[in-house]
Structures are given as C-alpha cells and as structure tokens.
C-alpha cells in the first residue's frame, strides 16, 4: 500500500540533502518503525510520505497514486483522508473541547450530520478518553492529550498512520501506554503504521526496524520480539 521509490529530498537552504535514495515499501496492516539519530531523515521521509511535501527526485505511491499527481485542493482532501498524523507536541487546538478536537477533521470534509459526533466519541472511547471528551486539552496530561491525538487522527478512517516521534515528550510510563495503544490500533484496526523514533524502547513494538542514518536506509531487520508474538 506504500511505495517509496528512490527518493531525494533537498532543502534549498542545506547543503547535504535530507535524503539520498531512499527506497521501502510497506504492506496494509504494517507497522515499521523509523530509526536513527536527530538529523538523519525520520521527519522528512514521513512529511514525504503524508504529502505535506514533494521529493526533489523518486516518487512516493500510496494505495497506487502517486501525490505528485494531485492538484492542491484534492490534494488536502486526500491527506486527511488517507492519511493520519500523530506528533511529538499532540497539535490539538487548545480552544476547542476533547470532542470537538476530534471531530474536526470529519467537519473539514462535510460530514456534519450526527454521525461526526457519535464517530468523535466512539474514537475517543477506543483510546480510553470516552469520558473526558468535554474538556479542553490544557486539562489534560501528555499522555492524555496524545491519546486525544491519536483518536483525531484515526477518526476518517486512514489507511496510514504517521507517528513522528509519538512518545518524545512523554515520561516512561505514559511513552509506554501510547505506544501499546499505537500497536493495538495497528493490530486491531488494520492500520498501516510507520512510526519515526530515535527510541528504542518505543521501536520494540514495530514489526520492521529502518535504521537511517545520514538521509539513507542502512538496513532493514524484523523484529525477532514483534514476529515471535503475531
Ligand atoms: P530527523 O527527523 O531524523 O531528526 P529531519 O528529517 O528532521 O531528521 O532532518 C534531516 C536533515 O534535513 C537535517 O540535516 C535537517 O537539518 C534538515 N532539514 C529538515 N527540515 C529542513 C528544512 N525545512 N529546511 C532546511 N533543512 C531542513
Ligand atoms: P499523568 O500521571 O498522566 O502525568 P497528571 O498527573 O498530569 O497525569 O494528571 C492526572 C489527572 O489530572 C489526569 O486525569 C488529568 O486529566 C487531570 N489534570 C491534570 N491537569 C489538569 C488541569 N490543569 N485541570 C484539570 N485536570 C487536570
């Protein structure tokens, strides 16, 4: 369902490129994880990916098309349909409520019949938020608001899910619990899920490992851990 094919990426004020012939494919269902250290490429490869932008040379495929291939008004309806985001610092909009938070990528594209609700409030009971839905995200914790993040970003249904850096400002404990919910969602809902992390621990629940380093793919491993409990 994904296809990344050779793939460079300048930025017009850096002289190394981002990345340098990067190649990978993922299958529905996946879950891969993206590693390596700051700097070598995890944020671009997915902003590729989630066609919040072009590669300056290769192409990126999802479900077949090609994004380059979308004009820009179908190419915002694309991404919120296709595509779910997950960040390190949640993005919620502070003045909105939990629910409204939610709902707000379903208002986008016109659903605002009664389902939009009864569809927020049904993500938000998935990720264990049903009854905080009448808050606003200052009155919450991390770990909460990504929770709170996550159900935004599932609630079109995308066939991707984007997880740049998920568990970056969470504690242990809570970095933990976002990634279990992150692989339950993967396990349960048939999620294709690419997470970028320089953290191992949160790595340990991805199925394939990409380990990156200075824009390129170094090398591509199972996870013996992942593959032994599927
Ligand atoms: P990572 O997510 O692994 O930390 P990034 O994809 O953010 O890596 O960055 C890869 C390289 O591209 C770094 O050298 C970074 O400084 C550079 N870079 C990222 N975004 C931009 C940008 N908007 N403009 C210029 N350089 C950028
Ligand atoms: P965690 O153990 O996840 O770090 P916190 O100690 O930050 O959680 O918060 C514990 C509980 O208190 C959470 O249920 C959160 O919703 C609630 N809470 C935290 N900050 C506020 C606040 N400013 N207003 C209302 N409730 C809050």
Known sequence: ??????????????????????????????FLAIMGPSG?????????????DQPSKGRVLVDGRSVADLGDDELARWRR???????????LLPTLTVLENVELPRLLDGDNGGTCRERAQAMLDLVGMGTKSRRFPAELSGGEMQRVAIARA????????LADEPTGSLDTENGESVMRLLAGVNRDLGVTLLLATHSSEAARHARRHVHMRDGAIEALTENPDVAASV
Request: proline residues 3%.
């Open 1 to 30: 369902m994904l296809e990344v094919d050779d793939v460079y990426k300048s930025y017009a004020a850096a002289d190394a490129p981002a990345l340098r012939g990067v190649s990978l494919r993922a299958e529905k269902g996946d």
């Open 81 to 91: 349909q296709k595509i779910g985001f997950v960040f390190q610092f949640f993005n």
């Open 40 to 52: 070598c490429g995890k944020s671009t490869l997915l902003h590729l990916v989630g066609a919040m």
């Open 154 to 161: 599932l609630v079109n249904e995308p066939s991707l899910l």
